[in-house]
T-cell receptor
């Protein structure tokens, strides 16, 4: 597609339920990132995939959070046993491999609300 | 640890007035610095970036930013603000190693008065 696509755009769930968020990066982009943006705050790095390398999970806030990526395409972010503090916009970004600190292309995000 | 501080949470300027959004960073080595803009309902868009060389960088939409190592700052400026510039602005620093992992500031919300 032309840009980074995320689905769903909005998700409302009950506390304790599991949710899956999807990200379709730009075709050909080898790197994929998940960020979280809580209300009134900046973006927090969650996880980073680069090609077939082991993902950098250093930003995941707890073991309830996990992410997978199939090759260099779709990624899913899973949050198990959701808590109210998980409510946020979850943003996905992708970029090409290179040496010039190429810019990230961001999706529009998934607004997650945990009731 | 690396960090980015945007001291102003909310700024209001009149259309046509000049704008400066502040950004301070904490990073041990040469930083790679970015400004992104987030308009309502849209993803983040890169305005400009600094890696090395000329400390005054030009970006899209008439924005520019100046890197000042002595002040650990990377302030964003625009000489004349348009109503369409109303949005949230994020300063970010990338760690070394070209990983693309960005550390963002908390953001500054810009409101433009007619």
């Amino acid at each position: 597609g032309a840009g980074v696509s995320q689905s769903p755009s909005n998700k409302v769930t009950e506390k304790g339920k599991d949710v899956e968020l999807r990200c379709d990066p730009i075709s050909g982009h080898t790197a994929l990132y998940w960020y979280r943006q809580r209300l009134g705050q900046g973006l927090e790095f969650l996880i980073y995939f680069q090609g077939n390398s082991a993902p950098d999970k250093s930003g995941l806030p707890s073991d309830r959070f996990s992410a997978e990526r199939t090759g260099e395409s779709v990624s899913t972010l899973t949050i198990q046993r959701t808590q109210q503090e998980d409510s946020a916009v979850y943003l996905c970004a992708s970029r090409t491999r290179g040496t010039g600190h190429e810019k990230l292309f961001f999706g529009s995000g998934t607004q997650l609300s945990v009731l | 640890a690396q960090s980015v501080t945007q001291p102003d949470i909310h700024i209001t300027v009149s259309e046509g007035a000049s704008l400066e959004l502040r950004c301070n960073y904490s990073y041990g080595a040469t930083p790679y610095l970015f400004w992104y803009v987030q308009s309502p309902g849209q993803g983040l868009q890169l305005l400009l970036k600094y890696f090395s060389g000329d400390t005054l960088v030009q970006g899209i939409k008439g924005f520019e930013a100046e890197f000042k190592r002595s002040q650990s700052s990377f302030n964003l400026r625009k000489p004349s603000v348009h109503w369409s510039d109303a949005a949230e602005y994020f300063c970010a620093v990338e760690n070394s190693g070209n990983t693309g992992k960005l550390i963002f500031g908390q953001g500054t919300t810009l409101q433009v008065k007619p």
